[in-house]
């Protein structure tokens, strides 16, 4: 038996569900923004402090429980310099000896504050070129704190995973609420039309050949829907890529863009079909 769809289900009166991935679709590339952006920012950062180490002088001996004189902090400032001078893998040098902290204004008590040398590196050095600077420093002042970038780089990875997990179950979040969403709307649909649907069904139309008339009414509002938010997406791009100072891949962005555009067509006609088998178990 052939059956228009238009005829029983017009796609009109899915406008709704269009809007909804719409919406749907526009949320979950913005999460893929976001995941993208953790991945650029990340892979700067790396970059940074891959080139870099950073020296502590304390303020405080935790062995002898004494606090530093700034003649002492100055004394070992000194040393670090005589070992970082004329190094050939040391490009720069930049020395932040903060605010002392204030016990006592009247009986003027304070205490130094910690003094930080950064050292920037030469990124074309050879491999682990900074050990050497690394373990004459520990000899000569074993109370200095060296931060390295293998130790940050944990952090960042360590970070930048959890933020990347947190995106993805974004958008995996969004897929299933627009799966029980979508559902629902079909749901509807197949009680507003039963009389309709048995009728067809009784004329010789499989619980098959029905979900095929869904699907196809649902084509156009899902497709203009997909449509309307990819580019809601591209007109927020430029402003997002600004704001957050970040140069987005154009070409992995789109991929990620079209990757979700697909899945959500594609997720749409399934959950539609299966809902309607689902649902037409029944009919006589």
């Known amino acids: 038996m052939s059956v228009k769809s238009s005829q029983i289900l017009p796609a009109s009166e899915f406008y709704h569900l269009g809007l909804m ?22 892979r700067g950062w790396l970059v940074d402090i891959d080139n870099q180490l950073l020296v502590e002088i304390p303020v405080y001996d935790s062995i002898s429980n004494n606090i530093y004189t700034t003649e002492k902090i100055d004394s070992e400032k000194q040393k670090i310099q005589t070992i970082l001078s004329g190094d050939p893998i040391i490009t720069d040098i930049s020395i932040d000896e903060g605010t002392p902290l204030i016990i006592d204004k009247k009986m003027n008590s304070t205490i130094p ?37 293998k130790a940050w780089e944990k952090d960042i990875q360590k970070t930048s995973l959890t933020l990347k997990f947190l995106f993805s179950g974004m958008v995996l979040a969004i897929l299933i609420v627009t799966s029980i969403v979508l559902s629902a709307i079909i749901r509807m ?62 070409k992995q962005i789109a991929l990620y863009f079209v990757t979700i555009w697909i899945a959500f067509y594609f997720l749409g006609r399934l959950v539609t ?12």
Not at 33 to 42: E, K, M, P, R, Y
Not at 273 to 284: D, F, M, Q, R
């Open 189 to 250: 649909q197949i009680t507003s039309h039963r009389e309709t649907l048995e009728l067809i069904h009784l004329l010789g139309a499989s619980s098959k050949h029905i979900g095929k008339i869904f699907i196809k009414a649902i084509n156009a509002p899902l497709l203009w829907g997909g449509l309307f938010g990819f580019s809601a997406v591209i007109l927020c791009l430029h402003p997002l890529s600004s704001i957050l100072d970040i140069s987005f891949d154009l």
């Open 273 to 284: 079909y299966w809902t309607v088998l689902s649902n037409l178990k029944k009919l006589p």
């Open 21 to 42: 991935s719409m919406f749907m679709i526009f949320l979950a590339c913005l999460c893929v923004l976001g995941f993208a952006s953790v991945q650029d920012i990340t």
């Open 113 to 149: 504050a910690p003094l930080f040398i950064s050292i920037q590196l030469r990124s074309d050095r050879a491999d682990n070129a900074e050990d050497r600077i690394i373990k004459k420093i520990e000899k000569t002042l074993p109370s200095a704190i060296l931060q390295t970038h």
